[in-house]
């Protein structure tokens, strides 16, 4: 697609990301794992900050699973190091590029620092308007709407009795983690796989698929220009 222009006019509003690819970037690298994943997060910094240049308003990082718990112990505790060091870190590009942070997923699930350090950052970014990214942390699809459904019920404990009264999709999406969100019209998966691992069920609905062979640490600017440039050539026709 490196011939042709992106349209400013026909930027997707939302994009999700799949990361895959760390693990196998640094053993290609002949690194450890550990040294992939800190590579990752750099490589989702440039993503971002192209992201926003262009007017994307929201992108979704997937940044760790509700599955990814069942890697090492060693690895997992690494990444959680890794992510609140991380936010911390990054509080002034988020002011320079005017970005608000959000959360997705079970942050009661994380460590007590960690559900600090994201509280803390998208507390202090709140008021920024340019672009959000929606960090899903401890985040599964299925996991979400059944924390949603659940929501419902603790709110409308009569009609959750209820048997004879019908929750609808519209009720339920209220519920869900980020519900202002409009759901993504794009959705990115790097590193070959072709599959959307629990992330974003619900949302994901009708959302364009762009899928990559190269690993997320080489990702550059020029690679979601891609990306953008697929969805553009395409017709969304949303079942009409």
Known sequence: MENFPIDKENIPVHIGIIMDGNGRWAKQQGKKRTVGHSEGLVSAKRI???????????????????????????????????????LK?????????????VHTGDLA?????????IMSVVNETAAF??????????????????????KWCDSHP?????????????????YMDQPSIPDPDLIIRSAGEKRLSNFLVWQCA??????????????????LYDAIKSYQHRHRKYGA
Not at 51 to 77: H, I, M
């Open 48 to 86: 971002v900050k192209a992201a926003s240049d262009l007017g994307v308003k929201y992108v979704t990082l997937y940044t760790f699973s509700t599955e990814n718990w069942k890697r090492a112990e060693e690895e997992v505790s690494f990444l959680m190091r890794l992510i609140s060091k991380h």
């Open 89 to 101: 870190k990054e509080m002034d590009f988020y002011i320079q590029n005017g970005i608000r942070v």
């Open 109 to 117: 699930g994380l460590p007590d620092y960690l559900q600090n350090e």
């Open 129 to 150: 308007e340019h672009t959000t990214v929606n960090l899903a942390i401890n985040y599964g699809g299925r996991d979400e709407i059944i924390r949603a459904v659940r």
């Open 158 to 174: 009569e009609k959750c009795a209820d048997e004879g009264t019908m929750l609808n999709e519209e009720t339920l999406v209220e």
């Open 206 to 223: 009708y959302s364009e698929l762009y899928f990559s062979e190269k690993l997320w640490p080489d990702w550059e600017a020029d690679d």
